[in-house]
């Protein structure tokens, strides 16, 4: 596989439920990131993971949980969502994290029901 | 609150001809400046920064920042239609986190 993988792509969870979105890059990056895509709004930043440190976007509820257990791999934990938080879920990586040369990941469309 | 401005449009311009896309800003204090491309049912992709005022070419594209009156534009020069898509402005200041304009989609008619 090459370049940025999002698993699954398609989503549709109840709000009770707990699921993960999963994000692989193969580009040899060092930052990964979280954004939100929605209809209603702009492109908005989650998370960033860079060099071991996350920075959080003060904005994000905490019912979004991410994860990085390596510069390979990223996570988005979802619990106790609500109807809003339907949209598409992208993961980007870069080299360092000054969002140059930021590639995206096809997203994860999630719908909550 | 900090907010990017952007015309959501559609612009439509004929092929071969300039597109001229703008966005303005409200925080002052702003320094780095993005252009993405969004085709339909795509996922965005960086296709311009920029940090200092005045003009950054790459290819058909410039970049032109203004500081002082607070707006980034992007210019793309001998549009074709492969350049119809959403594009997307982002602005950076203090914050590690940019704050993003809603996207003006370009159409470019043959």
């Known amino acids: 596989e090459t370049g940025v993988t999002q698993t699954p792509r398609h989503l549709v969870m109840g709000m009770t439920n707990k699921k993960s979105l999963k994000c692989e890059q193969h580009?040899?990056?060092?930052?990964m990131y979280w954004y939100k895509q929605s209809a209603k709004k702009p492109l908005e930043l989650m998370f960033v993971?860079?060099?071991?440190?996350?920075?959080e976007n003060n904005s994000v509820p905490s019912r979004f949980s991410p994860e990085c257990p390596n510069s390979s791999h990223l996570f988005l934990h979802l619990h106790t969502l609500q109807p809003e938080d339907s949209a598409l879920y992208l993961c980007?990586?870069?080299?360092?994290?000054?969002?140059?040369?930021?590639?995206f990941g096809p997203g994860t469309r999630l719908t909550v029901t | 609150q900090k907010e990017v401005e952007q015309n959501s449009g559609p612009l439509s311009v004929p092929e071969g001809a300039i597109a001229s896309l703008n966005c303005t800003y409200s925080?002052?204090?702003?320094?780095?400046f993005f252009w993405y491309r969004q085709y339909s049912g795509k996922s965005p992709e960086l296709i311009m920064f920029?940090?200092?005022?005045g003009d950054k070419e790459d290819g058909r594209f410039t970049a032109q920042l203004n500081k002082a009156s607070q707006y980034v534009s992007l210019l793309i020069r001998d549009s074709q239609p492969s350049d119809s898509a959403t594009y997307l402005c982002?602005?950076?200041?203090?914050?590690?986190?940019?704050?993003f304009g809603r996207g003006t989609s370009l159409i470019v008619h043959p």
């Open positions: 980007a990586s870069s080299q360092e994290g000054g969002f140059y040369e930021q590639y």
């Open positions: 580009l040899g990056h060092n930052a």
């Open positions: 993971y860079s060099l071991e440190e996350r920075v």
């Open positions: 925080d002052r204090g702003s320094q780095s």
């Open positions: 920029i940090y200092s005022n």
């Open positions: 982002a602005v950076r200041g203090g914050s590690y986190i940019p704050t």
